[in-house]
């Protein structure tokens, strides 16, 4: 097959567990004779790492000493991925103190005899001697200066994670790393050089990350001696620390521009002829990586070089198919590839992933034994490819390396690869056993502040309980549990999946089942889904605005409908708003595309709007049928019962926003028809048509016409319908300003009270102190300050960063909001798309302009024309500077000191408003202490802060933020209906029969 005619990678994205293990396990079967001999050579090893005495210690030692099931695990985990790049004394100690504070390490037995371990021990013992159990942060820090002084305690600590972070790398240069690595050996040995980093969030990280590259590759070059392919050292590269977008979305652009910069270091490597070894990424940019990938080893340049090579991840179910790829592509350009098999090493992030987006399976195995069962498939597969594929075999599990081992018979052209720092002794007795077998050791190279992640990483891929590291030189355990086979834990296809993981669907099945979404990654998904969304043409005719008569009118009509609604039994209503959701389900495309068209939404917006929406109809009918269906019987004396029920109120008003007009909207009315109200809506004026879709959709599921109607206008009918009175309720979103107008109209009125359901917004702010993550705020806060172009209730509008680490922050945020790509929504690559009206945009534009004489100017992003209004980034003296909520991709940026923390959360508080709070911080009690001082309705720790999921996250703010109850919460039907408490005498005829047969 030509070059240019390779067919891009596809596959299933979750295929069924039970479907692959069928397979996997018919093609498992070893002989009596090979299984013996894979039981010897697996006993020697573990044999030799349970008798190995290693005076200075390694990673597995600290694993084993501070296990992650236990207190003291799980607080060094966290020490270890923060202190080292906290700048500021003042957040240390209080770090530190928090920390130490959770685990026993005074009264730690160490079990070791190895100095890293003990070391870190007497450490972390000192430290935490110094901070008592019970003490009050604010009083230690005094106290701790007179025991043995702030500075030791605070050095003491730090050189427990630096010593932790030194057995993990090679060295904290590649000069320092290469100098290491020189260490004279009859078998030299064979590294694979990684430079440590996260991946680019901006142009000049990526640039960066690319110059470390270069760099490192011409110091490796230099240093490689003159031994041939395998027996030569390598470099891993990282495609997302190359591009500051690298995402399924933004294909074109990364195609373009990372290609490029991928052959130029391939090309250097080639010319020292090194191993150059792409790393694997998440199952979601699988599809990209390959096709990168792909282009890069199509380049002439590359020919008649052996080093290129990637990782592949047997954890993923698309394993088996990208070996097949990789083989075709090597095929076609007539060359060899190095191909490195992994476990992989983002498991909870890959189920996580799955689950949020609702897609229809895991794209990694869910059980460990199945992914140790595909590792030895995916070893036959490669082993049967050579001389071609040149497998790299990585692990350190003892019955992988002997299952390994008896596969590859005495042919040689492969070679096992280990993490430095671990894996020592089962690799030293390997090379005894079998001198003529190589191994490389993937070498990470970096400043402790860049090992941070990798070593947090490191320590939750190989310190779970189920991990072979962690438990292989434990003498409690027997080694036949180390060798028993994955086919034997599975047994059988049914047991592929790990029985307490639910499928994404069926997350909330006790209730109802979750919306189903997509994967952008998944190519064949997305293109998919756009072809339906490009065949269904919106609906845009003109839209006729209802009078006053006619407003009035609808409310007469839904008070004539309520009797025969609210009678209908709950069930029935429940089981028409289940029928609605199926029904938006199977027409999301249809709903996307007038999202998109009417509402400006992106692609990923939309889906997402159209899910809640989904969400909305199943959660409260799930809801209704459990506060509605029954009636609950109370408490009471003999000869009596008492029964508490909820029924309707009558005619609720609801009145939409236009910033979720799909969403909001279907919420308000599904739960106030659940509660068996007839319902008149009212939805924004800017987006009328896709409430008219959603009312035609309630209708058809079976929403009588005489209990729903549609009333079209603007604010004077709102107000119209407001003043109305026969109304029995209101629910709204919206303005601070439109809520306190609807209370006035409301208490104004004579007749009953009628109660005010009201959503509003806030001036959102997200506190950052000095352990944050820096690339982990930055997602976040460009997600939360700029996703929906700021057009969410939820966004944020207020950053406070600590000053020690300000600087670098702003730098990142700034860097990212850089590369958000502002265009037409229906463009799948877009991030931000118009804000709503002209008169929006007029009026952010009015605050960018004051903003940009009155505050310092960060970032001043460029828009097309039409609405469109591009990210700001400004910085404020004060959070007192900003004293409303400008409704758009605007974010304010206030420094503050530790020692004035509390001003910042008075601050904070003075505002009046509490719908969302952000908080980045790895210290417990500061998190504690904003939760316990900020009055506000949904408060986000280390995670963006907007997106509240339907059930999950109810939804709704304090004081001028809103009423409660929260939308999307138990207590929200509730608050549409009336209760009634029906008492009957049960003996008043001639007395208590029931307790005079019951006296036994």
């Not at 697996?42 to 290693?54: E, N, Q, S, V, W």
């Not at 340049?301 to 047997?314: C, N, P, R, Y």
């Not at 430095?420 to 990470?444: C, F, K, S, V």
């Not at 009206?837 to 505050?855: G, S, V, W």
Request: overall charge neutral.
């Amino acid at each position: 097959m030509p070059p240019d005619f390779m067919p891009p990678f596809t596959a299933p994205y979750a295929p069924d567990d039970g479907a692959i293990a069928a397979g996997l396990l018919a093609d498992a079967a070893m002989t009596p004779a090979q299984d013996a001999r894979i039981d010897a050579t697996a006993t020697r090893l573990i044999d030799a790492i349970r008798a190995k005495d290693d005076r200075f210690g390694g990673v597995e030692d600290m694993l084993r000493e501070y296990a992650l099931s236990t207190k003291e695990g799980l607080a060094l985990m966290v020490l270890a991925e923060a202190l080292l790049r906290v700048p500021d004394a003042r957040t240390a100690d209080a770090f530190i103190e928090d920390k130490l504070g959770q685990g026993d390490f005074i009264h730690h037995e160490t079990r070791s005899s190895a100095f890293l371990v003990n070391a870190s021990a007497w450490a972390l013992g000192i430290s935490q001697r110094a901070i008592q159990p019970g003490e009050t942060p604010t009083g230690t820090l005094g106290r701790l200066a007179k025991r043995i002084g702030l500075p030791a305690v605070r050095t003491a600590t730090r050189q427990a994670m630096r010593l932790m972070g030194s057995h993990f790398v090679l060295g904290e240069t590649i000069d320092a790393a290469l100098a290491r690595a020189r260490t004279p050996s009859e078998r030299p040995a064979r590294y694979s050089f990684d430079m440590l980093g996260e991946g680019a969030r901006t142009a000049d990280d990526a640039q960066r990350y690319f110059d470390s590259y270069a760099s490192a590759i011409s110091a490796i070059g230099h240093a490689a001696g003159n031994n041939l392919l395998p027996d030569r050292p390598g470099i891993s590269v990282k495609l997302s620390a190359l591009h500051p977008r690298y995402e399924a979305v933004s294909h074109e652009r990364v195609m373009h521009e990372l290609v490029p910069r991928l052959i130029a270091l391939a090309q250097q490597a080639k010319s020292y002829h090194l191993n150059f070894t792409v790393d694997a990424e998440e199952a979601d940019r699988l599809e990209l990586s390959l096709d990168v990938i792909d282009a890069a080893f199509a380049d002439p340049s590359l020919a008649g070089w052996d080093g290129f090579g990637l990782a592949i991840q047997a954890y993923q179910k698309r394993c088996a198919d990208v070996i097949d790829h990789i083989d075709a592509l090597a095929r076609s350009h007539d060359r060899k590839m190095m191909v490195r098999l992994v476990k992989g090493a983002y498991w909870d992030t890959e189920i996580k992933r799955a689950q949020e987006r609702g897609l229809i399976g895991y794209p990694v195995f869910t059980r460990k034994a199945m992914t140790d069962l595909n590792y030895i498939a995916c070893a036959r597969k490669l082993l049967a490819l050579r001389p071609r594929i040149f497998p790299q075999f990585a692990t350190h599990n003892a019955l992988t390396v002997a299952t390994i081992l008896e596969l590859a018979g005495p042919s040689g052209s492969y070679e096992f690869q280990r993490l430095h720092g671990m894996g020592d002794a089962l690799y030293e007795q390997l090379g005894q056993d079998n001198p003529a077998i190589r191994w490389r050791t993937y070498a990470p190279v970096g400043s402790h502040r860049d090992l941070l992640a990798y070593l947090v990483r490191r320590l939750l891929e190989n310190g779970a309980n189920s991990s072979f590291v962690a438990i292989a030189a434990d003498d409690a355990v027997p080694i036949t549990t180390l060798l028993k086979r994955p086919t034997a834990i599975i047994g059988a296809p049914d047991g592929a999946r790990h029985a307490k993981i639910p499928l994404p669907g069926d997350l909330y099945r006790s209730e109802r089942t979750n919306s189903h979404g997509i994967e952008f990654g998944e190519r064949a998904a997305l293109n998919k889904l756009l072809a339906e969304i490009a065949t269904s043409k919106p609906d845009m005719d003109k839209v006729v605005d209802a009078n006053a008569e006619q407003a009035g009118a609808a409310v007469t009509a839904a008070r004539a409908g309520f009797a025969s609604w609210s009678h209908t039994p709950a069930e029935k209503r429940a089981a028409i708003l289940d029928n609605a959701a199926d029904c938006l389900e199977q027409r999301r495309a249809s709903f996307i595309a007038l999202l998109q068209q009417e509402g400006g939404k992106t692609l990923d917006d939309a889906l997402s709007e159209v899910r809640e929406a989904i969400d909305f109809c199943r959660y409260y009918a799930a809801r209704g049928r459990k506060q509605f269906g029954t009636s609950q019987t109370m408490p009471g004396p003999t000869g009596e019962s008492n029964v508490l029920s909820l029924r309707g109120r009558g005619v609720f008003v609801a009145i939409s926003p236009w910033n979720f007009p799909l969403a909001i909207f279907l919420g308000q009315v599904s739960a106030a028809l659940m509660a068996g109200n007839t319902v008149v809506a009212k939805p924004a004026e800017q987006t009328p048509r896709i409430a008219a879709r959603a009312v035609r959709l309630l209708h058809e599921a079976g929403v009588p016409t005489s209990a729903l109607h549609l009333i079209l206008g603007d604010g004077r009918t709102g107000a119209a319908l407001v003043a109305h009175p026969a109304i029995a309720g209101v629910v709204f979103t919206g303005s601070t300003e439109v809520a306190r107008s609807i209370n006035r109209a409301l208490a104004a009125k004579d007749g009953p009270i009628v109660p005010l359901i009201a959503e509003t917004g806030g001036i959102n702010a997200m506190i950052v102190d000095a352990t944050a993550l820096p690339e982990q705020v930055a997602d976040d806060v460009v997600m939360s300050a700029f996703r929906s172009a700021g057009q969410r209730c939820s966004a944020l509008r207020l950053l406070l960063v600590q000053v020690d680490v300000a600087d670098r922050m702003i730098e990142m945020i700034v860097g990212a909001a850089r590369e958000l790509k502002l265009g037409d929504p229906r463009d799948a690559a877009t991030h931000i798309g118009p804000v709503i009206d002209a008169e929006a945009k007029q009026k952010l534009d009015a605050h960018i302009a004051r903003m940009t004489i009155e505050a310092r100017v960060h970032f001043a992003g460029t828009a097309p024309v039409g609405n469109f209004v591009a990210p700001h980034i400004f910085e404020l003296a004060s959070a007192r500077g900003l004293t409303e909520e400008v409704f758009g991709p605007i974010l304010h940026v206030v420094r503050y000191r530790a020692a004035g923390f509390d001003k910042v959360l008075q601050d904070i508080a003075d505002t009046g408003f509490g719908l969302t709070l952000g908080v980045h911080s790895r210290i417990d009690d500061m998190v504690e202490r904003v939760i316990a001082r900020l009055p506000v309705g949904n408060v986000y720790v280390n995670r963006n802060m907007i997106g509240a999921v339907v059930g999950v996250q109810p939804f709704g703010g304090f004081g001028l933020s809103g009423t409660g109850p929260k939308a999307g919460g138990p207590h929200y039907l509730a608050r549409f209906a009336t209760e009634q408490t029906v008492t009957i005498n049960t003996a008043a005829a001639g007395g208590n029969a029931a307790l005079m047969t019951d006296q036994n």
